[in-house]
């Protein structure tokens, strides 16, 4: 909430629990030997809901100062510069916030908890770091995530003042409560050597010596330097007084370096692949291991920090990998690997040819991409787009497609290695139409002849000894549908009466024939099986008759051994079927149109016949 009375504004501080090392947001940075230092406290450590919030900040030269709070929400908010205190220039020396003779205070609100507050002193104004104060915005927003904040903090500002001896960080806090605030005292905590880092209550507050407002009552105090043992105590702050704590450190005699170790995946990466590295199994036995240093490419310089890392390596050959851990005690310990960076991955080169050259319709075409190759590695999957439509119609090194239309086909093939490269290759595929064989050489024997080669014949054969025509009748029976029925002549003869059902699953050819002979051509799409029930009027009685010796099969006219007959595809065949292919011979103990049940017995190639 923000209240004004002249020039006041309220703005709510952030709470962060303890038991870090540092506080969520806040950046640490020891002073430099001999270098500018800052001093940030508040004039109590504990204020009550609606209490005036009163800054002090101490530099030993002239320098620019910046101070923020981080929000409950994890809002960072800049509090000095602002809309009411915009000179953010001092000399040496001591001053509070809000400046002296400003119409304006900082006041607390809910929520209740700790609160956090940083300062900056830098030599030189950091220009576009922080944000720019107006009569809306007069505490402007820094950002949403204190983490964040402070990692940009800290690369913005190395680059505008680089050298550490011209900046500067401290930071402090104080405590938010409903009701009265309790009473506190001061505690000067001093240390031989100096600069070393001191926790109150577990969490760090800054390097000695150091002057700290507490509540009153008893705290845990650490300080801690790296080539000494920590020291820690219990004190008792009394109220409204202040207390001297002088510590020396006792120099720690040895220390065992920490031992570097890492591992790399994958060991030889390709140029612009993603590695990650992994220094966990990394050890220290007297001690913790406080930082990881990864240097990538051998000149030096740190590249990453942290227990892993993930790196891209963007040119070839051979490269040095050094990790650099540094334990609790600023001992080190070094990691070398050298992997071999291998070229980028090559795609596969997609190769393929067709089983004929120049296929007909109806007869299988075979796609065979053994062929194709990777030149560094493996294929690893085959995917084609037989017809041109854009779909994967089937998979597999070497695939069988039947194609039903005479036309200009492209087929694609897509090649993929095991890195997931693919290569492609297009290739037009002519079909053409199907070239119908010589009929059987029948002669005068009559009967029926059913052969053909991408399309189903059927020839009822007459005798020159039969003086009026005799009857007959034919019954065909599919899974699939009948396509394209007529006759020889391409015009549909007289008797021919196709059955409606099931949009032509079945179709019934009845006529009669004398002398001469009569062919009907047909297709079965998306058939497995095709039923033929065959009669003919042989001894001139007027009635049709079944018989398996007036049936024959094929080219070489073989006699069917079953009449009715039913006609399969060949085991492992996904093709059309069609009467070129070494189909499969059965009888039918039921064929219908929603049930079928056959008993295969033999192949026409078993029948001695080349259809």
Request: net charge neutral; no cysteine.
């Given at each position: ?6 020039l ?21 940075e ?11 406290w ?68 809910p ?10 002193a830098?030599?030189s104004p ?7 104060t ?12 204190p ?15 680089p ?27 001093n ?7 001191l ?14 407002v507490?509540?009153?009552?008893t705290h ?7 080539g ?8 008792y ?55 990881y ?15 892993t ?6 040119v ?14 600023g ?67 070497t ?26 290759r ?16 029948m ?22 000894l039969w ?5 007959y ?23 021919l ?22 062919t ?59 009467p ?32």
């Open positions: 909430m923000r209240r004004l009375t002249y006041v504004a309220l703005i709510a501080l952030s709470y962060l629990a303890s038991g870090q090392p540092a506080p969520l947001g806040i950046y640490v020891p002073p430099a030997s001999e270098g500018l230092t800052v001093r940030v508040m004039d109590k450590p504990v204020y009550a809901v609606g209490e005036s919030v009163q800054a002090s900040f101490q530099i030993n030269r002239s320098a620019y100062v910046y101070i923020w709070d981080i929000e409950p929400t994890g809002t960072v908010r800049q509090i000095f510069p602002n809309q009411y205190d915009t000179s953010n220039y001092f000399q040496a020396g001591v001053y509070r916030i809000p400046s002296a003779g400003k119409l304006y205070r900082l006041a607390v609100t929520p209740t908890g700790t609160e956090w507050l940083q300062i900056m830098v030599t950091a220009v576009g770091v922080f944000g720019t107006t009569a809306l915005s007069p505490f402007p927003v820094l950002g949403q995530n983490a964040v904040w402070s990692a940009q903090l800290q690369v913005q500002i190395k680059g505008i003042v050298s550490q001896a011209d900046r500067a960080f401290d930071f402090t806090k104080f405590d938010i409560i409903s009701g009265t605030a309790p009473a506190y005292g001061t505690l000067q905590i240390s031989t050597p100096a600069s070393a880092e926790y109150v209550d577990s969490v760090f507050r800054s390097w000695t010596p150091r002057s700290i507490l509540t009153a009552g845990d105090i650490m300080v801690r330097k790296a000494y043992q920590d020291h820690t105590t219990r004190v702050v009394r109220s409204a007084s202040t207390q001297t704590l002088t510590v020396t450190l006792a120099s720690i005699s040895t220390n065992l370096p920490p031992i570097a170790q890492f591992s790399v995946s994958p060991s030889a990466p390709r140029v612009g692949e993603a590695i990650q590295l992994d220094g966990s199994t990394s050890t220290d036995a007297d001690g913790t291991i406080s930082s240093q990864w240097d990538f490419n051998g000149d030096g310089i740190t590249d990453q920090t942290g227990r890392a993930t790196w891209q390596y963007m070839s050959g051979a490269a040095t990998v050094r990790l650099t851990v540094t334990d609790n005690r001992a080190t310990g070094q990691a070398l690997q050298t992997l071999n960076v291998r070229a980028a991955n090559q795609a596969p080169v997609a190769l393929f040819y067709t089983t004929p050259a120049t296929p007909t319709i109806w007869s299988p075409v075979i796609l065979d991409a053994s062929s194709s190759y990777d030149p560094d590695g493996a294929i690893a999957t085959y995917q084609w787009d037989s017809d041109g439509d854009g779909l994967i119609d089937q998979t597999g090194r695939i069988t497609r039947t194609y039903y239309s005479p036309a200009s086909y492209w087929v694609t093939l897509y090649v993929t290695d095991l890195l997931g490269a693919t290569g492609i297009t290739l037009p595929l002519v079909v053409g139409p199907s070239s119908v064989p010589g009929m059987p050489a002669g005068n024997v009559p009967g029926f002849y059913v052969w053909g080669m991408d399309a189903w014949r059927i020839t009822v054969n007459g005798s020159p003086t009026t025509p005799r009857p009748r034919i019954e065909l029976r599919t899974d699939g549908v009948f396509l394209s029925a007529s006759s020889g002549s391409g015009v549909s003869p007289t008797g009466v196709p059955t409606q059902n099931s949009e032509g699953w079945k179709l019934i050819l009845e006529g009669s024939v004398g002398i001469s002979a009569q009907y051509v047909f297709q079965a799409v998306g058939a497995s099986s095709i039923y033929m029930d065959l009669a003919l009027d042989m001894d001139g009685d007027g009635y049709v008759n079944r018989s398996t010796g007036f049936v024959r099969l094929g080219q070489s006219m073989v006699t069917a051994p079953r009449n009715p007959i039913v006609i399969g595809k060949p085991d492992w065949y996904s093709g059309a079927l069609t070129n292919l070494n189909y499969k011979l059965g009888t039918p103990a039921l064929y219908s149109e929603s049930s079928r049940v056959i008993f295969y017995f033999t192949t026409i190639g078993a029948l001695g016949g080349t259809p």
